[in-house]
């Protein structure tokens, strides 16, 4: 069993900020302290209030919690294979595929910020690990932003495409959520879906996340090309034996 | 702080840089597109939407033959407004909705359309200068902070929660508020209409939403007693229309690059610098500061390697805006603060990127955009890499200073994290604020001699645009390492020659 830990074991700190509707007084303070009271925290000191503008308040919160969870009896999906190099993907879907894995990514919807699916895809990659176009045997194609879903399966049909990566920046309002169903459920419609390994990714993407959404892998911040290359290449592997 | 650079490298991008310009508009006078003719009607006062939302002046220019529409719709529908004896607005509305058409007009004479159309395009533009006259007043009476000024972004989507959020962002000390567009709106050939209360990563730029802001910031302006500006978007397929509104309804500033769309946004070029062209010829008369969108550059790829590319960007953006009429003071050069934080050193590349802008273009309000490529969801490293951000930009003396926020990568930010953003913009400007006249740095240092070194690069890269043309330059991928065909694109279609008898009056008036 675990709790937060400050400077002692099962201290439970944890620090809260927040901003109150309210033009700040001592009465503020009072009201953020009360208010994370309860949340059910305990010791809690209100150490910063102040205003931020008229009618709006800001504090810092520090407190207890009496919960705890049992980390050993968690179970979480990871699609993050062992770390891989280039060469060793290569190797790998030469030896055991015997082909160029045709890979499509896109940002759906009415998305524009490639930035993520740029990281992954394009030859200069992200954080001094190549994208998939400088892979050997990967045949990618970057389908650029706000593309409709409709056509990224028409695209996959046409195409054959292998492993299909959709990306979400935005996720103002729950849009990427509905964006990236809206694929699964064309796929399905077409009957593509069993043809595709389906990857999705963006800045708030979990695992967890992606299982729910019907997806067979999802990639979250800081996730590196070869991370990606190397969960398409096993899949392709097993697919194929 | 004054670094020794190569005066004699920035007169010869200068000379390139026009060089690059000549030819781009040499095709711009010979073209018109859609979206001009479009804020032409907008200017004469024609607004509102048809029975299917679309907006009138789209209506309007969708009916022109093609051969009517090379003459430009300003001959067209003044012929329409002396039989009709209507006013603009009006007239607008009957061919819409199909009541009027514009070909039952061809008897009347041209010299009495374009008299008729000449009489409202005086009343537009004396209304621009009004609301040019207005700020001017305003800013006498409500002086802003010194710069660099805070401008920060608000985009809940709904324009009434923007307001509630940038009256709260101007309490706390913001000097200027953007409304970030809806995702997606630079790609609509049309404006939306009407105040508008759901959008996806921003708020969509209407008229009505320009003046929902524009009354409660010169409400909260009177009440802190300095002017608080207003900013949006004239990029994308509508940027003069975009141009028109704004000079309405008296927006301060308008985002506005001679090549982001065409880079960024797969944008046909022709389109882009053709609207480009008249956006800023409106954006001049108005007054409005226009920001160039270099940023762009550093977040799609490595900053450090696109440092030359940057400045070469700025000489260009500098030299079609000076053929639009701009004067230095309204052209905000873009930058942004986008190297790895994780490079030894990386600080003292941008405090080289950014002296050397403002050295090289001194009259420029230089706009200063923060990290955001390298935000993650580590707010506490975001908070101290954006004080760094606002140390370059005090010390170095740049302009508009987009506030950076710690919650970059994560949300649409928050009323308190903009708080806090500010805050720290404060802090570090107070404290650090005469840091850059006390400094000198180490001649033949690494600040100095990266500044060189991106300037003789950049020069080179000038030279090889200039020979090659901006538009192969462009499509050979010099560019962002994007490539674009002249033909290809979004709004292409919506580009066409001038014919012999073309005419725009609002052209001819400001010239």
């Keep these: ?241 | 702080m004054e670094l020794q650079i190569d005066r004699k490298a920035v007169t010869r991008c200068r000379k390139s840089a026009a060089a690059i310009a000549d030819p781009v508009q040499a095709f711009i006078e010979r073209h018109s597109t859609v979206s001009v003719e479009r804020s032409v009607l907008r200017l004469l006062g024609v607004d509102g939407v048809d029975a299917d939302g679309a907006p009138v002046p789209n209506a309007i220019v969708e009916s022109l033959e093609a051969g009517e529409l090379a003459r430009g719709v300003a001959v067209t529908f003044g012929r329409a407004l002396v039989k009709t004896g209507l006013e603009p607005n009006a007239l607008g509305e009957r061919i819409a909705s199909g009541a009027l058409k514009l070909a039952e007009f061809r008897d009347v004479p041209k010299d009495t359309a374009r008299d008729a159309v000449t009489g409202h395009a005086r009343k537009a533009l004396e209304r621009l200068r009004t609301s040019r006259d207005e700020r001017h007043e305003l800013l006498q009476r409500f002086p802003q902070l010194p710069p660099p000024l805070l401008y920060m972004i608000v985009a809940t989507g709904n324009i009434y929660e923007d307001r509630t959020a940038a009256v709260a962002a101007a309490e706390a000390g913001a000097q200027i508020i953007a409304v970030i567009r809806s995702t997606g709106q630079s790609l609509l050939d049309f404006v939306p209409y009407g105040p508008t209360t759901e959008g996806f990563g921003g708020t969509y730029a209407t008229q009505a939403n320009f003046a929902i802001m524009r009354a409660a910031l010169d409400e909260v302006s009177r009440r802190l007693g300095r002017y608080v500006m207003l900013t949006n978007y004239a990029s994308g397929l509508c940027m003069p229309e975009i141009a028109a509104m704004a000079a309405l309804e008296r927006l301060d500033m308008l985002l506005n690059d001679s090549m982001y769309g065409i880079l960024f946004r797969d944008i046909n070029m022709k389109r882009t610098f053709v609207d480009q062209h008249f956006s800023r010829k409106l954006n001049a008369a108005s007054g409005i500061i226009i920001n160039t969108g270099e940023d762009n550059y550093l977040t799609t790829a490595d900053a450090v390697e696109q440092a030359p590319a940057v400045l070469a960007s700025q000489f260009i953006n500098e030299e079609l805006a000076h053929r639009a009429g701009m004067p230095d003071r309204q052209i905000g050069l873009g930058d942004a603060y986008e190297i790895d934080p994780n490079l030894e050193d990386g600080f003292l590349l941008e405090v080289a990127q950014a002296q050397l802008a403002r050295q090289i273009f001194p009259n420029s309000p230089l706009k200063y955009m923060p990290p955001t490529k390298h935000m993650t969801g580590d707010i506490f490293k975001g908070h101290l890499v954006d004080a760094m951000f606002n140390l370059t930009s005090v010390m170095t003396g740049q302009t508009i200073h987009l506030c950076g926020i710690l919650t970059e990568a994560i949300h649409t930010p928050f009323l308190g994290d903009r708080a806090l953003s500010l805050e720290n913009a404060r802090y570090i400007m107070k404290t650090a604020r005469h840091f850059g006249e006390d400094i000198v740095p180490k001649p033949g240092g690494r600040i100095e001699a990266r500044a060189n070194d991106v300037l003789s690069e950049c020069e080179i890269l000038l030279e090889r645009v200039a020979a090659r043309g901006l538009m192969q330059a462009i499509e050979a991928g010099t560019f962002a390492d994007v490539k674009r065909s002249p033909d290809g694109g979004r709004g292409f279609e919506g580009v066409f020659a001038r014919g012999t008898d073309y005419w725009n009056p609002f052209e001819e008036m400001l010239s």
Excluded at chain 1, 54 to 61: H, L, P
Excluded at chain 1, 78 to 101: N, Q
Excluded at chain 1, 126 to 154: I, P
């Design chain 1, 1 to 241: 069993m675990i709790k937060p830990y400050g400077d002692t074991l099962n201290d439970g700190k944890v620090q809260l900020s927040f901003t109150l509707p309210i033009p700040w007084s001592e009465a503020a303070d009072e009201a953020a302290r009360q208010l994370v009271v309860k949340m059910g925290f305990a010791d809690v000191q209100v150490v910063e209030g102040r205003a931020v503008a008229e009618n709006f308040s800001f504090f810092i919160v520090y407190a207890s919690t009496p919960q705890t969870i049992d980390f050993e009896s968690l179970a979480i999906p990871s699609v993050k294979t062992h770390k891989m190099t280039m060469d060793e993907i290569d190797a790998l879907i030469e030896e055991r595929v015997g082909r160029k894995i045709r890979v499509a990514g896109a940002c759906i919807g009415t998305d524009a910020h490639t930035v993520g699916i740029d990281a992954i895809l394009n030859m200069k990659g992200y954080q001094g690990d190549y994208g998939l176009e400088r892979y050997k045997m990967f045949e990618t194609f970057n389908r650029g932003s706000q593309v409709a879903v409709e056509d990224l399966v028409r695209f996959t049909k046409e195409k054959k495409i292998d492993a299909l990566l959709a990306s979400q920046v935005v996720t103002q309002k729950g849009s990427d959520v509905k964006n990236f169903t809206a694929l699964v459920e064309l796929l399905e419609a077409e009957s593509l879906r069993d043809n595709v390994i389906l990857c999705c990714g963006g800045p708030r993407m979990t695992s967890l996340l992606a299982t729910e959404l019907g997806y067979d892998a999802g990639f979250g911040r800081g996730t590196l090309p070869s991370e990606v290359a190397a969960f398409i290449a096993t899949r392709m592997v097993h697919r194929v034996d």
